[in-house]
């Protein structure tokens, strides 16, 4: 069940563009012109009279909804913000008639984004659920659900789940946006196309995994490390550091770039390893000039850039390339190499990659 890979998360590594596709199929009209999503049952009028969206999560699903929050503003131009459910509960959220409350659970069991979930429709308001799993409790409870087709994730670090999370957001941001003509239709078919390339990029990026696996293993004796990016690829470094700290319990912070210097930087000392993350096209001219504080001191960085950008890959002491897509596109693209370099450095630390310490799959308790 394996499908010969050695673990669960490897498997699950390699089942993504697979998961992408299936994620993304039928719901991109045949001419590509526009999203179908026919599970939503929200009219265009009930669309309309959406003022603010709310998207709570836990761990991995909460990152996904970083992204979402950052797509469903820039596509839609409605205010979203982006909540830890155990925090959402307990913080008396200001949730009326007219928020849209979009929840995202791989299980669809976890406990605290059930509570949020039954505190938004206690509420008044309307709930969306991103879930991979048809049937389960958030999914039943929900208005409406978006299902994710990574099929079943196994390996208690999630991936499929997590890369399948953003086409959801991908699809619903442009289904809002074309719903509320909020974007040129050029741009609809522009970035709908984009995403059927993704599926095929990530393939090119798997095909160089022994890449990061030699990377893995020169940081695997480390004990801190430090991922920064801004944006968008500030929420991606968020996500690759949990997922390195899960399974190779080394430990690492992400950082916005430009925060670094507000205090953390006094943690970059020689040798400390820096992966910056340099997907988000305005903002690279100052993730270098971050970078160059974190070489200056020492810090041997790693930079995650796209092919052909000798601007930072100059910066940098080697460069991990990604594919050209859209920046809006690229954390589906820049989690694949994080998502590896946690694999192999749990494995060069011999830890249990499927089943890490203290760590259960699904938190169906407080
Ligand atoms: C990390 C991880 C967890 C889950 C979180 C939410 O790799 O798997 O952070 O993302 O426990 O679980 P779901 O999505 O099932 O609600």
Redesign the pocket.
């Known amino acids: 069940e394996k499908a010969g890979f050695d673990h669960f998360m490897m498997k699950e590594i390699y089942d993504q563009p697979k998961a992408y596709r299936d994620t993304i199929g039928s719901r991109i009209s045949e001419d590509g012109s526009r999203v179908v999503l026919d599970e939503i049952g929200m009219t265009a009028d009930e669309i309309r009279r959406i003022r603010n969206i709310h998207i709570v ?5 909460y990152h996904a909804g970083l992204v979402g929050k950052s797509v469903i503003e820039k596509l839609v131009r409605i205010p979203v913000e982006a909540d830890v459910a155990s925090e959402y509960r307990y913080r008396a959220p200001i949730i009326t008639p007219e928020t849209l409350v979009i929840v ?7 406990a605290d ?1 059930l509570a949020a979930l039954r505190e938004a429709k206690r509420s008044g308001a309307r709930v969306l659920a991103i879930t991979n799993v048809v049937g389960s409790s958030v999914s039943r409870e929900a208005d409406d659900v978006l299902v994710t087709w990574a099929g079943p994730e196994i390996a ?3 991936t499929k ?1 997590y890369t399948t999370q953003l086409m959801a957001f991908y699809l619903l941001g442009l289904y809002l946006a074309q719903t509320l003509e909020t974007l040129e239709q050029a741009e609809i078919v522009r970035t709908l196309a984009a995403m059927q390339s993704l599926p095929e990029q990530v393939e090119s990026i798997l095909a160089r995994s022994e890449e990061i696996k030699a990377y893995a293993e020169k940081i695997a004796s480390h004990e801190h490390l430090f991922f920064i990016g801004r944006g968008l690829d500030y929420a991606v470094a968020l996500e690759g550091s ?2 390195l700290k ?1 399974i190779s319990y080394i430990h690492s912070e992400a950082y916005p770039a430009g925060e670094l210097k507000h205090g953390t930087l006094a943690l970059i000392e020689e040798g400390v390893p820096v992966i910056a993350l340099g997907l988000q096209t305005e903002l690279i001219e100052k993730t270098v000039s971050n970078i160059k504080e974190v070489t200056a001191r020492g810090g041997e960085v790693l930079g995650i850039a796209y092919e052909g950008d000798n601007e930072l890959a100059k910066s940098v002491d080697r460069t991990f390339s990604i594919p050209r897509t859209l920046d809006l596109l690229s954390p589906a693209l820049t989690v694949i190499p994080l998502q590896l370099l946690s694999y192999y450095a749990s494995l060069a630390r011999g830890n249990d990659v499927d089943k890490p310490r203290n760590l259960a ?3 169906t308790v407080e």
């Open positions: 999560a836990c761990g991995t699903a995202v659970s791989q299980s669809g069991e976890t984004t208690v670090a999630s789940a949990l997922k899960e799959k699904s938190v």
